[in-house]
Structure formats: C-alpha cells, structure tokens
C-alpha cells in the first residue's frame, strides 16, 4: 500500500499465507478495498474467496471464504451446485462503484458475482433457475459453444456442447437448461465436443470428451504438445441424462468429433472418432472396442479435428 502516490509503500498482509490475483478499491472512498485470494492456508485448508479492508489495508476480513463446499453467504447459479467451488475459483478481475463501496462485481472462470451490501453477500449474475427443470441465461455467460444438438426422436430435448462447463441439456425446448455429464469421468468433464445420435435406437447417444478445452485454437499445444491430453468417448442409453465411459482401445486423446454411418446395422455400428493429435479411430461395434486407422497418414501427431459426413465408405478429415 502507498499513500505517497508510489514513492514509498507498506505491506498489508492478508490473515494467512496465500496469492492474491486481483484488487479494487472505490475511487471516492479509497479506504475500502476487495482483493481475490486463492490458497489461504488457514485451519489446514486452502481457502478460495475475496477479502476486504475498510481501513486502508490496516485490517481485512474475509467476506468471501470457501474451500470444500460453497459458503452460505455466496449465492451462486448452477456452477458451484453441480462442480463445486474451485471449478468458478476465486474472481479473476473486480471492479467497486466509483460512489458506493458497498458494490462490487468479481468475475472468473465463467460467472459474475455481485455484492451490493459490502460483501456480506455474493449472487450470482449469469444464471438463475427456470423452475425444477433446469436454469437460464441472464446474458453473461464466458464459454464457448461448438454446436447445438437435436434429439432426433424428441425434439424439446436439445444439447450444447460446452467448453470449460461440458455438456448441457434441455428438455423443454431450450427454455432451460441442465448440466449433462453425469457419469462422465472427471479428468474428461471440461469440454464436451461433439455428440452423436443413433437414428434408430431412441436414447442412444455418443459424445466425445476431454480435458484439454478451446481447441483447435494453437494456445493448447504451443507450450505442452499433444501427448497428455486426456478424454475419450461416452455413450448413453437414456437420452443423455447420464454416460458410461467407452473407450476400449483408444488411448488416452483429447476425442473432438464423432460420426456414425447410418448403413451400419444397429448392433454393430460403425463409428469413426477424430482424437487429437492422434489419429482417427474407429469402431464396429458401437464404440465398445476402438482401434486407431492411420495407415497413410504421414504427420507426426495428427491434429484431427473434424471429419466430413461418410458417403460410399469414404471419410475425411
């Protein structure tokens, strides 16, 4: 903290030992002050939240604090319900009214948070729920959305797959909307990529999945490569409301796309996953056993991405 316009400055320890990542302050009362802590080794734990000072830095207290579960002053949408606290984490940007210290907005990964009573509440600005069937939009949602699917045998139940939160689902015809990955394993739940329906069988469903988010963007493997990326695929016999790991055979691979060929007989059915960085894979037995056709592909690590709809037995991607 400097009162001298930055010649000379203090330290203003948090209670704990931890990072910060953001601060604000109001600029006519400069003495209130919100800082984003991450870490906080306090009673053991690593608390996650937001501190606040009405002295200046002299003193804080931690009006936003959580570690396993939400605490009952953050009213949150959907996100800490279904991933718990730390999937949100602590706010990554804050802004305080320039005339009213009491209000003040925190964002992270995917929510906006406010305040408007000094930080003795937080509620969530990006979701609120519909009714029992799931939740809506308020407008301020940070994700992307790589399509919108359509159940072919019911059309109220519609799906988005979801960088960072997943899978979703309605079934009301987009009025509201359901986390949908149930089942899904946890080191693939980031990033749902793409999902297929079988046109015969009602509730059948395959989708890929991984934890690598945002491809193909080249952020993802500039620093790291390809070689780590965990996910795979999922199928579901209940109209995807819940998924059972599929992937017999197929490596550990960030699975981006899927196809089905629909001449393929319903118990036998011919699927082809692109998995990045690895190849295509391929399956004749409804995505139980998987086996990688690269034969002819020359590139290293092959960025499959997307493959084109099948016609006559051909593919490509």
């Not at 550990?252 to 060929?261: E, F, R």
């Amino acid at each position: 903290m400097s009162t001298d316009g930055g010649a000379h400055w203090n330290v203003s320890a948090l209670p704990g030992k931890g990072e910060v990542r953001a601060i604000a302050t109001s600029l006519h009362h400069p003495e209130t002050a919100y800082v984003s802590y991450d870490k906080l080794n306090l009673d053991g734990k690593g608390w996650i939240g937001v501190a606040k000072t009405t002295n200046s830095g002299k003193s804080w207290d931690l009006v936003w604090k959580e570690a396993d579960h939400g605490a009952p002053n953050v009213h949150d949408a959907w996100i800490t319900e279904r991933f718990g606290p730390g999937w949100g984490e602590n706010p990554l940007n804050m802004t305080v009214a320039e005339q009213d210290p009491t209000l003040a907005y925190g964002t992270d990964l995917g929510r906006t948070m406010r305040t408007n009573d000094g930080g003795k509440t937080w509620v969530a600005q990006y979701s609120r729920k519909l009714d029992k069937s799931g939740w809506t939009t308020l407008g301020l949602d940070v994700t992307t959305s790589y399509g919108i699917h359509f159940d072919p045998f019911d059309s109220k139940r519609q799906f988005i797959t979801y960088t960072d939160i997943g899978l979703f689902r309605s079934e009301d015809g987009g009025k509201s909307w359901t986390s949908s990955t149930q089942g899904v394993p946890k080191d693939w739940m980031n990033t749902t990529y793409w999902l297929e329906f079988d046109p015969k069988i009602r509730g059948r469903v395959w989708s890929v999945n991984s934890w690598t988010h945002d491809l193909p963007r080249p952020k993802m493997w500039r620093a790291r490569g390809v070689a780590n990326y965990h996910g795979g695929v999922c199928r579901s016999e209940d109209g995807g409301k819940t998924w059972i790991k599929s992937n017999n055979g197929m490596e550990q691979t960030a699975a981006t796309h899927i196809l089905l060929d629909p001449t393929s007989p319903p118990d036998a059915r011919v699927l082809y996953v692109a998995g990045f960085g690895r190849g295509i894979y391929k399956s004749v037995d409804g995505g139980r056993n998987w086996k990688l056709k690269i034969t002819g592909i020359i590139q290293k690590e092959p960025f499959a991405w997307r493959i084109s709809e099948i016609t006559t037995g051909h593919c490509m991607f």
